[in-house]
């Protein structure tokens, strides 16, 4: 009923930039908090970030002050500017987003995740 289509990875060098992008699509009566999480080889899932509704953010610490979240709540999508990278940022990154498929019953959904790697 609801997809979540991640785009924008690949491969940078350290200290590049990459952008990704997540569209949400389908039955969506409202969309709630969305973020991105991440998954390096051997490692358990990872916050990133997350952004409300209403434009407030937080971060982990390994990516504060490199990492940007926004949303356009219009195209129900949400984005990820990644500066500064890191060979440590190397990582299947996953877009999350609690969807409202009607009033007050509200799930959470994943996309199928893009890979960004960071070679040094």
């Known amino acids: 009923q609801v997809q979540l289509v991640e785009s924008g990875g690949g491969l940078v060098q350290a200290g590049g930039s990459l952008r990704l992008s997540c569209a949400a699509s389908?039955?969506?009566?409202?969309?709630?908090?969305m973020g991105w999480y991440r998954q390096a080889p051997g490692k358990r899932r990872e916050l990133v970030a997350t952004?409300?509704?209403?434009?407030?953010?937080n971060y982990a610490d390994s990516v504060k002050g490199r990492f940007t979240i926004s949303r356009d709540n219009a195209k129900n999508t949400v984005y990820l500017q990644m500066n500064s990278l890191k060979p440590e940022d190397t990582a299947v990154y996953y877009c999350?987003?609690?969807?409202?498929?009607?009033?007050?019953?509200?799930?959470?959904?994943w996309g199928q995740g893009t890979q960004v790697t960071v070679s040094s």
């Open positions: 952004i409300t509704s209403g434009g407030s953010t």
């Open positions: 389908g039955r969506i009566f409202s969309i709630n908090a």
């Open positions: 999350n987003a609690g969807v409202a498929v009607v009033p007050g019953h509200l799930y959470a959904y």
